[in-house]
C-alpha cells in the first residue's frame, strides 16, 4: 500500500505565505511525477504544480509566487507559497506517480487534501 500524507495548510492573510508538504510511504519502487492540485468550492481540481525527474510546471495563475520542490531520498514534494491571493484559497491535493514493483505499472496516488484560506 501507498500512502500520501500532507501537512502545512491553514488560514493566511492576502500576501502572506505558506509551505505544504507532502510525504509518500509504503511499498514504493520509484516514483515519476510528483505535485498538487487545488480545488475551490464549486470548481473542478486543477494543477497547480509538478516537478519529473527536475522538470517543473506551473499552473500560470502561480507562476512566479509558487516553487515546488522534491526530495527524492524522503520521497517527498514541497509547495513554498508566497504572495497568497483570495482566489488561491482551496483544497490542496498531492499527487503522485508511483510503481510499486519492478516493471510493474505506474499508478496515480492521492493525499487526503489540506486546506489553505486566504483572507483577512
Known amino acids: 500500500q501507498v500512502q500520501l500524507v500532507e501537512s502545512g495548510g491553514g488560514l493566511v492573510q492576502p500576501g502572506g505565505s505558506l509551505r505544504l508538504s507532502c510525504a509518500a510511504s509504503?511499498?514504493?519502487?520509484?516514483?515519476?511525477?510528483m505535485g498538487w492540485y487545488r480545488q475551490a468550492p464549486g470548481k473542478q481540481r486543477d494543477l497547480v504544480a509538478a516537478?519529473?525527474?527536475?522538470?517543473?510546471n506551473y499552473a500560470d495563475s502561480v507562476k512566479g509566487r509558487f516553487t515546488i520542490s522534491r526530495d527524492n531520498a524522503k520521497n517527498m514534494v514541497n509547495l513554498q507559497m508566497n504572495s497568497l491571493k483570495p482566489e488561491d484559497t482551496a483544497v490542496y491535493y498531492c499527487?503522485?506517480?508511483?510503481?510499486?514493483?519492478?516493471?510493474?505499472?505506474?499508478?496515480?496516488?492521492w493525499g487526503q487534501g489540506t486546506q489553505v484560506t486566504v483572507s483577512s
Open positions: 499527487y503522485a506517480l508511483i510503481r510499486t514493483r519492478t516493471w510493474g505499472p505506474t499508478y496515480q496516488y
Open positions: 509504503g511499498t514504493i519502487f520509484d516514483i515519476n511525477t
Open positions: 516537478v519529473t525527474d527536475g522538470n517543473t
